[in-house]
Nanobody
Framework: QVQLVESGGGSVQAGGSLRLSCAAS????????MGWYRQAPGTQRELVAS???????NYADSAKGRFTISRDNAKNTGSLQMNSLKPEDTAAYYC?????????????????WGQGTQVTVSS
């Protein structure tokens, strides 16, 4: 079965950097799109960045200029490089992927979520 595992969270001081990684495994035909969401206590989950199968990326305004999303289609992995971190970036970060699987000539797409990884930025 398909699984999505993320890693790379931790605690850093303001201005520091972290790199989050997401790895998908299973009988995968394609992933489109892949993205990262975050949720702080008492807030709604928000989209931070997304990337399609051709590498076209989109960012939340709060992430533009500081974060970079990337993916490796051959390895079914993705990452989020976070630079110049601010205290307001503190949240649980979740990898998201819409994954298509193939059984013979049949294709099925479903949404998958990573388990979440905590990012804490101190001032």
């Amino acid at each position: 079965q398909v699984q999505l595992v993320e890693s790379g969270g931790g605690s850093v001081q303001a201005g520091g950097s972290l790199r989050l990684s997401c790895a998908a495994s299973g009988r995968i035909f394609s992933i489109n799109p892949m993205g990262w969401y975050r949720q702080a206590p008492g807030t709604q989950r928000e989209l931070v960045a997304s990337i399609d199968s051709k590498g076209s990326a989109n960012y939340a305004d709060s992430a533009k200029g500081r974060f970079t999303i990337s993916r490796d289609n051959a390895k079914n992995t993705g990452s989020l490089q976070m630079n110049s971190l601010k205290p307001e970036d503190t949240a649980a970060y979740y990898c998201y992927a819409r994954i298509t699987t193939r059984q013979g000539v049949s294709l099925t797409s479903n949404d998958y979520w990573g388990q979440g990884t905590q990012v804490t930025v101190s001032s």
